[in-house]
């Protein structure tokens, strides 16, 4: 990675922006990444073999990360008083090299300097919320960030259209293949990485009549995990979808980008979310969760926001020097 003469991180500026890069979201907390970080930037790439997570979705879920990752390390420059000029898949030889993240002497951006406050604050919340909407100016803040990025955010806000997408979840939830439990298990299992969720980062497990699943999925059913309590969760959750114009490799390192930053965004604004993906993990649902939407796009992340009751604990990182990789150049 080539360094730029006017405008170079030094020692803490690098160390500032790899962590927070790797403070990122990602699935069942795999950290599917490694970095490359130096005076000109940082360098994300895509790291599979930690997220074997075995869904149709896997591939996407990768890119997802990283494009959160990417967003996280940007966030981190602004913050810093730089500039940053981000080449997506630059290299065609190397498919696993996500994002190319240069420091450029361009104006920062200001929002993104301060979203990276939250960077190191914000958390998955798979606790029960308040049973009341969001309202819309703040709906409208969510909006705009993942406008920001080039996606859309539709909220789900209308019948039939609300109780359509949460009968696609249900069902996910229901006809979830034994493998990715299994998977989910042995990840939970004493002895298992460090990078795992906690108890308290998984949630209470939800309390449901016969097979009204609520869109929180239970990431331990099945594993008896002491110290976990039942609870009942907001009867209509606040649910959103997070959609892009294409559907290939860019467009979701661009939906990880638009994902963080309207989650940076929500908590700034004190708003919570967790995910609700089980139908977009299935290869036979996942065109349906945006097939009747007016603006047909692809559906990338299910989300549920809202005000929370209780604050998770956060879910560890492994150590920095494990995500990092040397720096060419």
Do not use: K
């Amino acid at each position: 990675m080539q360094s730029l003469l006017r405008s170079a991180l030094d020692l803490p500026g690098q160390a500032a922006v790899a962590a927070a890069a790797a403070a990122a979201p990602s699935v069942f907390n795999t950290q599917p990444w490694s970095l490359a970080v130096g005076p000109g930037g940082l360098d994300v790439y895509a790291d599979p073999g930690r997220a074997s997570l075995p869904t149709a979705s896997a591939e996407r879920d990768v890119r997802l990360s990283c494009g959160a990752a990417v967003l996280n390390a940007r966030a981190a420059l602004a913050r810093l008083g730089h500039g940053a000029r981000v080449s997506v898949l630059p290299d065609p030889g190397d498919p696993l090299l996500v994002a190319r993240i240069a420091v450029t002497d361009e104006v920062p951006d200001q929002v993104l300097g301060r979203l990276c406050g939250w960077v190191h604050l914000r958390r998955t919340n798979r606790y029960p919320f308040a049973p009341e909407p969001l309202p819309t100016d703040v709906v409208a803040l969510l909006h705009d960030a993942a406008r920001q990025e080039g996606a859309s955010l539709r909220l789900l806000d209308r019948e039939p259209e609300y109780q359509r997408v949460l009968s696609l979840i249900r069902r996910a939830t229901c006809d979830e293949e034994a493998a990715v439990r299994e998977d989910r298990a042995a990840r939970l299992a004493p002895g298992s990485a460090p990078s795992v969720i906690p108890v308290g980062s998984l949630g209470p497990v939800p309390r449901r009549g016969g097979h009204d699943y609520p869109p929180v999925r239970d990431m331990a059913e099945g594993t008896g995990l002491p110290g976990r309590t039942h609870a009942d969760f907001e009867p209509h959750p606040d649910l959103a979808v997070l959609e892009t114009p294409g559907d290939d490799p860019a467009s979701w390192v661009a939906a990880g980008q638009a994902l963080q930053r309207l989650l940076l965004t929500a908590a700034e604004h004190a708003v919570a979310a967790s995910f609700a993906n089980q139908p977009l993990e299935d290869a036979g649902l996942r065109d349906d969760v945006s097939a009747s939407a007016a603006h047909y796009g692809h559906p990338q992340m299910v989300l549920r926001v809202g005000y929370p009751l209780t604050q998770p604990p956060p879910t560890p990182r492994r150590p920095l020097g494990e995500a990092l990789r040397r720096a060419e150049g």
